[in-house]
């Protein structure tokens, strides 16, 4: 009976911005549990992403998303740090850069 009233229920909570190494662990889990077999991301690629999100997960899986259409669409098989710094810096460019800061890992 209260089925559409719970739905109407949001929650308001904050998370802590997550160290580099729980970022990297985060993206793997988050890709496993979409049913990737194989490590998608680089973990050099990983730690590119976790400074210019300062380990924010909701700008972890934009940076994430955008990094693999990027990659993808130039048909590789693994994102790395190449295609994370070409995504984070289209990304300054479009006028995103409100989502990330500049990375400290590059090359």
């Known amino acids: 009976d209260l089925h559409q009233f719970l739905q109407r229920i949001s929650s308001d909570f904050h998370l802590k ?3 580099d190494s729980e970022v990297v662990e985060y993206i793997y889990h988050r890709l496993y549990i979409a049913g990737a077999q194989d490590r998608l991301f ?5 730690l590119m ?11 972890i ?6 990094a ?4 993808f669409s130039a048909g590789n098989k693994q994102i790395t740090t190449h295609v994370v710094g ?3 810096q289209d990304a300054e460019g479009q ?9 400290r890992i590059a090359g």
């Open 17 to 19: 911005a997550l160290s």
């Open 42 to 46: 680089s973990q050099n690629a990983c």
């Open 49 to 59: 992403i976790a400074d210019a999100s300062s380990g924010v997960p909701r700008t």
């Open 61 to 66: 899986n934009v940076l994430c998303d955008r």
């Open 68 to 71: 693999l259409v990027y990659g």
């Open 86 to 88: 070409k995504m984070l």
């Open 95 to 103: 006028g995103l850069g409100h989502l990330t800061r500049q990375p």
